[in-house]
């Protein structure tokens, strides 16, 4: 919420002058020892004093179990924290309208909806009753760097008055009641250096939002007379908070003269998302089948999320399509799909949700995945079967350090792709540049040799006997067919046949390989698997045994080869 993030703003500049205090009292013999060190010895000084302070039997029960080490430096911590944020309370809530409306007016306006024209505050006060903290830890790590994570909860009786100008030109003083908010902030003080308060700057964020409640209430009015307009505001808030404090967006505050721009959060590279298709997607309607699309995001920012398009009735849709997504911290961030099904006028209904955490990315290297739907990320256990979907990433960090050799050498890098099948070094507004140019425009041609080389332990589908297998190969986008010969009474068949296909745009096309029955009478589907070819670019040579969907058991082994031809783009 706006306000907390200008709270936030005042307590970590206060938090920080604390700790530098403490920091410098207990280094005043010894001032060439770190910062680090010195909270180990601080650490030791306050196993006394926290006894005094605090017995065992009233430890709070978030203590019990967590992993925070070192008990007793955060009961103190935690104790001594709250008093001081008693005592600095009334002069924050006394500074805080002043430093809010210059912080997080600018916020809130850009993310203004549309329906409104302006979006300011007129009274604010945040009230007597001060947050307290509710868990403190100190994350071990850069020995350049102290990182602590405070749980803070906020109950507060805070007078705050938003002024909103609607297009059509009505004013309406809204006010926000009823705040109760859990939280838990990350601050980072660094460079350390020696000189008081031993640190130069200190960033925070929003590491993890776990509850964020309010009312809003139209002062000597009803909300609801006017439509919508709840939920627009509740919607800025969110997505402002989302854009400016949460983890990995930090905001910065200098405590000593110097440039810290190298503590900014910057992009660090782009990862490459192919949405392939979904299987045994629950079924939302009940005439037909769900119209399933997928909604992918990175950062949860309405510009930042990309949507599919739909595919009408089908459980099992083929979606093939190509997303880009700016990555900045691969080692906490993660991918989320969302699946729905398009009601048409009416709202669409949740089917699932799945997360990709980026750290399981290797740089370079294409990952395929298949990721299970479930009800909510948050819910460990989800038994209800709700589907998968089965996506390409590809991680490509900005710059040259990455050095990925690629036997594919393009004449032109349009896309990141291409940038790291090209392995040249390129800066971020390049990359950005050159993102916003269609990927459709960016045609990577070659052949494709796709040599079949056996089954094995198909599934029977014949009454009689085993069944006599073919495969079926089909280019998804330029349609081009093939298939092989059919292998009679076997569940474990060679064929050690290959294909050549010419393809036109390999990098948005997929290969699908469907098991075929041949019968007298029709025909019945063994099983069949989908695949990209990005990775049979980057690599020259695949050799890979692919596991089948729709079927019980079986898998197919395949040889791919990719023979490049010059790239042209269209114009
Ligand atoms: C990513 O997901 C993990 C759990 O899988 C979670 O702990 C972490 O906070 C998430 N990262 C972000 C930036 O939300
Ligand atoms: C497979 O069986 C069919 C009829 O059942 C027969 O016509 C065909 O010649 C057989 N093929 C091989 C390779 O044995
Ligand atoms: C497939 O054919 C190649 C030569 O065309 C041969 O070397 C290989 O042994 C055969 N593999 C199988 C499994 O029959
Ligand atoms: C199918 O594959 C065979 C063997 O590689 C080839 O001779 C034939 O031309 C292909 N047919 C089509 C329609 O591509």
Redesign the pocket.
């Known amino acids: 919420m706006g306000f907390i993030i200008g709270i936030i703003f005042g307590i970590a500049l206060g938090m920080g002058l604390m700790i530098g205090l403490a920091y410098s009292e207990s280094i005043r013999h010894k001032r060439r020892s770190y910062l680090a060190t010195t909270i180990a010895a601080f650490a030791r000084m306050s196993v006394l004093d926290s006894r005094k302070i605090l017995p065992s039997d009233s430890y709070p029960s978030w203590v019990v179990f967590s992993q925070f080490q070192k008990l007793s430096l955060h009961l103190y911590l935690l104790n001594w924290l709250n008093l001081q944020l008693d005592k600095i309370w009334p002069y924050v809530n006394e500074a805080a309208s002043e430093l809010i409306r210059t912080s997080v007016e600018p916020i809130l306006e850009q993310h203004r909806p549309v329906i409104l024209s302006s979006l300011k505050f007129s009274t604010l006060t945040l009230g007597n009753v001060a947050p307290q903290f509710t868990g403190v830890s100190i994350i071990e790590g850069d020995p350049g760097e102290v990182t602590m994570e405070m749980e803070l909860q906020w109950d507060g009786d805070p007078n705050i008055v938003i002024d909103v100008k609607t297009k059509v030109g009505v004013g309406l003083p809204i006010q926000v009641k009823n705040v109760g908010f859990t939280g838990v902030f990350r601050l980072i003080f660094k460079p350390l250096v020696e000189e008081f308060p031993c640190f130069g700057a200190v960033c925070f964020s929003l590491r993890e939002k776990k509850k964020l409640d309010f009312t809003l209430k139209v002062v000597g009015g009803d909300i609801s007379s006017i439509p919508g307009i709840s939920d627009a505001i509740e919607e800025t808030i969110q997505n402002a908070i989302e854009d400016s404090i949460t983890w990995p967006v930090r905001q910065i505050i200098p405590i000593l003269p110097g440039d810290y721009s190298d503590l900014e959060l910057k992009p660090k590279g782009i990862l490459e998302v192919k949405l392939i298709q979904a299987k045994e997607l629950t079924n939302k309607d009940i005439i037909g089948k769900s119209d399933p699309y997928a909604v992918l995001f990175i950062r949860p920012l309405p510009d930042k999320m990309k949507t599919s398009k739909v595919i009408d009735n089908d459980l099992n849709p083929i979606w093939n399509e190509h997303f880009e997504f700016v990555v900045e911290d691969l080692s906490t961030q993660n991918l989320t799909v969302r699946v729905f099904d398009d009601e048409g006028v009416q709202a669409s209904e949740f089917i699932g949700v799945a997360q990709l955490p980026l750290k399981e990315i290797e740089p370079g290297q294409v990952k395929d995945v298949w990721l299970k739907l479930l009800k909510n990320l948050d819910v460990q256990r989800d038994n209800k079967n709700r589907g998968q979907v089965h996506l390409e990433v590809l991680y490509y960090p900005f710059g040259t350090e990455s050095g990925f050799s690629n036997p594919f050498n393009p004449d032109y890098s349009l896309t990141s792709l291409e940038k790291a099948l090209k392995n040249d070094g390129t800066d971020t507004a390049e990359i950005s540049k050159s993102s916003t140019l269609k990927k459709k425009d960016v045609f990577v041609r070659g052949v494709l040799s796709v040599t079949i080389i056996c089954a094995e332990d198909l599934t029977n589908v014949d009454l009689m006997g085993k069944s006599d297998p073919y495969v079926s190969l089909i280019l998804k986008k330029s349609g081009?067919?093939?298939k092989t010969r059919v292998v009679n009474n076997s569940l474990n068949p060679v064929w050690n046949?290959?294909?050549?296909f010419v393809v036109e745009d390999a990098l948005h096309d997929l290969l699908m390989l469907e098991v075929w029955d041949h019968d007298t009478f029709g025909k019945d589907k063994m099983g069949k698997c989908i695949m990209t070819l990005t990775r049979v670019i980057l690599e020259g040579e695949v050799t890979d045994t692919f596991v089948l969907d729709e079927t019980k058991s079986g898998s197919l082994r395949c040889h791919l080869k990719w023979t490049p031809q010059p790239i042209y783009r269209d114009s």
């Open positions: 081009q067919k093939n046949q290959t294909f050549d």
